[in-house]
């Protein structure tokens, strides 16, 4: 038993682990020599002006954008180029979209229980129970039979974050999960976030939402220009950052806000 | 006005259009399924079958219906014996209804490809993310968000060829409509304008329901979004 236990876990290195990651968008060099290490249960949350590459970044972990050179790992696994092997550990990152991307031809639970049925195998009886316990616990069990286009955004992005953990992903990638959202729905995303983030998901959350940062996040990065700029533990980063550029950052959110 | 109705009495014309519905029902069969296959090998990630769907459409979508017709009968099967068995004149039906196949299924491919335009760029990025490799991603969330995109032009396409069914006529199927017609004319020297009437309201008669129809169900078959 205990061996078994072994064998599953015999890996300990970080969950996402980037190296000298290389992306140009012709001139624009997007993605600059990125280094990055995301331990088990760590929540990272990635700020930055726009442009920076802090998006790209997030989608270049489970491939949506290609690299120029360096290497992505997954729970040490390389990333494949491309095909089933792709596919498959595709399975094991959640995404999260700016703009909630919920399958518009589905109902909500089937938007949650496609990746269970047809990528993992599982029965459809089990996967609606699951689907449903999820839905649950994001607080859209009562629109399950619904189509996404009649929620609202907030409730969309809720049922996106349950299609995500229905696939039980070792990580979750937040693309600007709230940037689309009316402001008085950010917050009910931004807590079932927070839930996630102590739970001890795993996560890396590109965002504008300073409190999500404050509140749940084990380490901020700070990017600019395609590189990392400054890396700290939220408070730190916030009451003391290091750099000019984060220095600038900051003091144009507060003198927004 | 007697004179015209005889027409209906010495010719089976019902029986025409019932061929060309035939020759319809069964090319559209055969050009749904080759145009959705053409449409899966464009918008494919590997090159060289999108090379292959492109090609195709534009060899046979720039070819004209009738010289595709005129292959199947002469060359096909005049020249090199191939043959789609059934008597005489099945085979020359079952030629026809290949190359009608053949030719509007680089349309249905183009109809398809437009339906797929309507579905964002998103809904195919979040069915990779949750694992779905290109061809489940295709069958479970694109093509079926495309198809019901591509309702209007896919009706089009349909339309198109229930009238392009008489270009069958070249085929040597010869009891369709415009073959029927033909025959018509030339016994019927008297009344050439009626006849030609007559076959002109047949076929608006079965066309204008199948605009209808697909005006109809895009509305109702429209995703919202």
């Given at each position: 038993m205990k061996r078994d236990h072994a064998t599953q876990s015999s890996y300990n290195g970080p969950i996402v682990e980037l190296t000298k990651v290389n992306k140009h968008y012709g001139a624009l060099h997007v993605l600059n020599d990125i280094n990055l290490q995301v331990p088990k249960g760590e929540v990272v949350v990635i700020l930055g002006p726009s442009g920076s590459g802090k998006s790209t970044l997030c989608r270049a972990i489970n491939r949506l954008e290609t690299i120029d050179d360096g290497s992505i790992k997954i729970d040490g696994k390389t990333l494949p180029e491309e095909g089933k092997a792709l596919a498959t550990l595709r399975a094991d990152v959640g995404m999260v979209f700016q703009s909630f991307n919920l399958f518009a031809h589905k109902?909500?639970?089937?938007?949650?229980?496609l990746g269970p049925i047809k990528v993992k195998g599982m029965k459809k009886s089990e996967a609606d129970k699951l689907a449903m316990q999820l839905l649950e616990r994001v607080g859209v069990a009562n629109q399950a039979g619904k189509l996404p286009a009649q929620l609202s955004g907030g409730q969309?992005?809720?049922?996106?974050?349950?299609?995500?953990?229905?696939?039980k992903p070792k990580v979750m990638l937040f693309d600007e999960p709230t940037s689309a959202l009316d402001p008085e729905m950010i917050n009910e995303v931004l807590d079932t976030m927070v839930g996630l983030a102590k739970e001890g998901m795993t996560m890396l959350v590109v965002t504008h939402e300073m409190g999500f940062a404050r509140k749940a996040a084990d380490r901020v990065i700070f990017m600019a220009d395609g590189k990392i700029v400054e890396q700290a533990p939220p408070n730190e980063f916030f009451t003391n950052p290091q750099t000019d550029r984060a220095k600038d950052f900051l003091g144009k959110l507060i003198t927004n806000h | 006005m007697?004179?015209?109705?005889?027409?209906?009495?010495?010719?089976?014309?019902p029986g025409a259009f019932w061929v060309n519905i035939q020759l319809t029902f069964w090319a559209a069969i055969g050009a749904l399924v080759l145009g959705t296959i053409l449409a899966m090998l464009r918008i494919s990630p590997v090159a060289s079958f999108q090379a292959i769907g492109t090609s195709y459409v534009n060899l046979i979508r720039n070819t004209p219906l009738t010289i595709i017709i005129l292959f199947g009968v002469l060359a096909l099967y005049g020249q090199l014996g191939f043959n789609l068995g059934g008597e005489f004149h099945e085979n020359f039906f079952r030629l026809a209804v290949m190359g009608l196949a053949l030719y509007?299924?680089?349309?249905?491919?183009?109809?398809?490809?437009?339906g797929v335009n309507t579905v964002p760029l998103g809904q195919a990025e979040a069915a990779r993310a949750i694992g779905l490799s290109f061809m489940p991603a295709a069958r479970l969330v694109i093509l079926p968000q495309a198809f019901r995109?591509?309702?209007?032009?896919?009706?089009?396409?349909?339309?198109?060829?229930?009238?392009?069914?008489?270009?069958?006529?070249?085929?040597?199927v010869a009891t369709e409509a415009s073959s029927v017609m033909k025959t018509m004319i030339e016994f019927r020297a008297d009344i050439v304008i009626p006849i030609f009437l007559t076959f002109a309201i047949g076929f608006v008669i079965i066309v204008i329901p199948v605009g209808l129809l697909t005006t109809w169900l895009s509305k109702k078959l429209a995703v919202a979004r």
């Open positions: 109902t909500i639970l089937e938007n949650v229980t969309q992005q809720r049922v996106a974050i349950a299609r995500a953990l229905a696939m | 007697e004179n015209y109705l005889t027409i209906f009495t010495e010719y089976d014309i509007h299924a680089a349309f249905v491919c183009e109809a398809i490809r437009s995109g591509a309702i209007v032009p896919l009706g089009n396409t349909l339309i198109a060829l229930i009238k392009n069914s008489t270009v069958a006529a070249v085929g040597s």
